[in-house]
């Protein structure tokens, strides 16, 4: 009777240390990412025209940010044709922020006292555009763009907040489940083995 008693509490336990085991590794691979890119936050899709025909609406990018390095993606590296994210010098009207834009090097200045200063402009855009393409300084870069997956983003926006959230919860219910159900079958398969 203890046998059977101490393999039913065993099998519980298998089951959240699969379910931890899980969240685990999707934090370590955030972390890796976060590590890898750099940044935060490395994954932008674009949200407007104005860099067609290179970036579509729904491309997904990956940027990298090194920080004042000697990594190409460093603020300091960034050479004319380099496409990077970065947020608008402005604060848009409507919504009292910033906005984050996707767009291509045009131009590099000295400013005053030596620092450097960028000039956007999106590809389909007929000219920069003040207080959205520059001055763009350190603080505004977010990263240059190292990877595009076309229309990726479409399916990115659709699981946004809180719908990510609701997803990743019911797998893992699912999967708690799955595991459980799993449980109760090898403990049925051992009795009928053992009698």
Same mark, same amino acid.
């Given at each position: 009777?203890?046998?059977?008693? /101490? ?11 699969? +379910? ?7 934090? &370590?691979?955030?972390?890796?990412? $976060?590590?890898?890119? !750099?940044?935060?936050?490395?994954? *932008? ?8 025909? /290179? ?7 990956? &940027?990298? *940010?090194?920080?004042? !390095? ?12 380099? &496409?990077? +994210? ?11 922020? $910033?906005? +984050?834009?996707?767009? #291509?090097?045009?131009? &590099? ?6 620092? $450097? ?9 007929? !000219? ?5 393409? *520059?001055?763009? =300084? ?19 926006? =659709? ?22 159900? #799993? !449980? ?6 051992? #009795?009928?083995?053992?009698?």
């Amino acid at each position: 009777m203890l046998g059977k008693e /101490k393999k039913r509490s065993s099998k519980v336990p298998i089951e959240i240390k699969c +379910v931890i085991i899980v969240i685990i590794a999707v934090a &370590i691979i955030w972390l890796g990412v $976060r590590a890898v890119f !750099g940044v935060n936050n490395p994954v *932008y899709v674009v949200a407007s025209e104005s860099m067609v025909p /290179k970036l579509k609406v729904g491309d997904m990018l990956l &940027i990298k *940010y090194s920080g004042m !390095g000697s990594d190409s993606s460093s603020f300091d590296n960034l050479k004319i044709g380099d &496409i990077i +994210v970065f947020e608008s010098p402005g604060v848009v009207e409507d919504t009292g922020h $910033r906005e +984050v834009i996707v767009h #291509r090097v045009a131009e &590099i200045l000295t400013g005053l006292h030596g620092q $450097r200063i960028i000039v956007t402009k999106g590809d389909a855009n007929d !000219g920069s555009i003040p207080g959205v393409d *520059y001055p763009i =300084t350190v603080n505004d870069y977010r990263g240059k763009v190292v990877y595009v997956i076309p229309g990726v983003g479409l399916i990115a926006k =659709t699981i946004s907040p809180p719908v990510n959230y609701i997803l990743i919860a019911i797998i893992l219910v699912v999967l708690f489940f799955l595991l459980r159900k #799993r !449980g109760i079958e090898q403990r049925k398969e051992g #009795r009928r083995q053992v009698g």
